[in-house]
């Protein structure tokens, strides 16, 4: 490759790298043909984008970004497929799927998490576990929400109790 054409991708990787805030690792040289076929449609539907490249260009894209890209470093290293994506935990619970059909991979090397650096395979169940932005606000909302639907629902209870028993002293009085 002519260093031009080096100058290109890096670019053009460093581009995509900074489009996304967060990016997974992983090794998929093991996979067939089908195998990489339906990792593919999985990453496309789940709005992931999948690139394969070469360590030593992802590694000089990193260092052409602003930002502190240093502890990921280690994990560039044998075959790597780049997992770029806006919702932190779309790749983890997609490998997680993947290693459940197949005994070993796609093999999380590692991952860049909001500015939080995750390395080896043992880390899935914890990048499983982050909750995306959108998870955050609804629970924050539910949290909000919370107070407001005890007054409400104590103010209907308490309506209706105040009519039951307005209900059966009329009924007593008559009898």
């Known amino acids: 490759m002519k260093k031009e054409d080096k100058a290109t991708v890096i670019a053009q990787i460093a581009e995509t790298v900074k ?6 690792l992983v090794e998929t040289a093991g996979l067939n043909a089908e195998k990489t076929s339906d990792l593919r449609r999985a990453c496309f539907k789940a709005d992931i984008k999948l690139l394969v490249v070469k360590n030593t260009l992802l590694h000089k ?12 470093y280690p994990a560039l290293a044998g075959p790597t497929t780049l997992m770029c994506t806006n919702v932190a935990n779309a790749p ?25 650096v995750y390395l080896g395979a043992d880390q899935l169940d914890a990048l499983c576990a982050i909750k995306s932005k959108n998870e955050l606000i609804a629970d924050v909302i539910a949290l909000l929400q ?4 005890n007054v ?12 039951g028993i307005l209900e059966t002293l009329s009924k007593k009085e008559e009898a």
Do not use: R
């Open 92 to 116: 983890a619970k997609l490998i997680k799927d993947f290693v459940k059909k197949d005994d070993k991979l796609p093999l999380l090397k590692g991952a860049y998490v909001e500015e939080t």
């Open 152 to 163: 409400v629902s104590a103010l209907t209870s308490g309506g209706s109790k105040l009519h």
């Open 61 to 72: 894209a990193l260092e052409s970004l602003e930002g502190d890209y240093s502890e990921i």
């Open 19 to 24: 489009q996304y805030p967060s990016f997974y």
């Open 146 to 149: 919370s107070p407001a639907k």
